[in-house]
T-cell receptor
Framework: DTGVSQDPRHKITKRGQNVTFRCDPI?????LYWYRQTLGQGPEFLTY????????KSRLLSDRFSAERPKGSFSTLEIQRTEQGDSAMYLC??????????????FGQGTRLTVV | AQRVTQPEKLLSVFKGAPVELKCNYS??????LFWYVQYSRQRLQLLLR??SRESIKGFTADLNKGETSFHLKKPFAQEEDSAMYYC??????????????FGQGTTLQVKP
């Protein structure tokens, strides 16, 4: 499968623990996005990278959240001191560079986080 | 405010019946709109975009700027159309970052 891959697929953690998720975008896609999806809702934008630069962060992304894309390839999303409200599906997506038609986002299968 | 509204959580139709999934948006600029679909146990994927004015799997969607709507239609539903459908807005001002604003989603259930 040469699509966007996310690891792990499922994560159960105790409240207060830190968790880290990984996303590997489609090769040569320079844009990478993180979204969060809670039950019964559509995905909500969290943050966006162009190459290694984090260019936009949603106000949903509290101080406990940090994302990196160190070499412009894979990305990590870390949540510190998890809370039950962090329980959600975390989706990663990538898209090609610029261009009017290059706006299709290719999604990974997501990481489902459960905070107990 | 930039917002996408899908008023129906669930739409249930019989095979062969017409389908219309509603989507309304709020955006002050010129909108770029998409429909994404998620089949059972599969990832979210693009179904169609308004700019291409194409028909995919028999689905079409017309942008109506006057009514700020982008409803998804299919004249004859098939069982394999059963899925979750999301309408999404791509803000293009002040820049096109590719960030999507999604509606809440509508589950389409096509009964045999």
């Amino acid at each position: 499968d040469t699509g966007v891959s996310q690891d792990p697929r499922h994560k159960i953690t105790k409240r207060g623990q830190n968790v880290t998720f990984r996303c590997d975008p489609i090769s040569e896609h320079n844009r990478l996005y993180w979204y969060r999806q809670t039950l019964g809702q559509g995905p909500e934008f969290l943050t966006y990278f162009q190459n290694e630069a984090q260019l936009e962060k949603s106000r949903l992304l509290s101080d406990r959240f940090s994302a990196e894309r160190p070499k412009g390839s894979f990305s990590t999303l870390e949540i510190q001191r998890t809370e039950q409200g962090d329980s959600a599906m975390y989706l990663c997506a990538s898209s090609p560079r610029g261009g009017f038609w290059d706006t299709e986002a290719f999604f990974g299968q997501g990481t489902r986080l459960t905070v107990v | 405010a930039q917002r996408v509204t899908q008023p129906e959580k669930l739409l249930s139709v019989f095979k062969g019946a017409p389908v219309e999934l509603k989507c309304n948006y709020s955006y002050s600029g010129s909108p770029e709109l998409f429909w994404y679909v998620q089949y059972s146990r599969q990832r979210l994927q693009l179904l169609l975009r308004h700019i291409s004015r194409e028909s995919i799997k028999g689905f079409t969607a017309d942008l109506n700027k006057g009514e700020t709507s982008f409803h998804l239609k299919k004249p004859f539903a098939q069982e394999e159309d059963s899925a979750m459908y999301y309408c999404a807005l791509l803000p293009t001002w002040p820049s096109n970052t590719g960030k999507l604003i999604f509606g809440q989603g509508t589950t389409l259930q096509v009964k045999p």
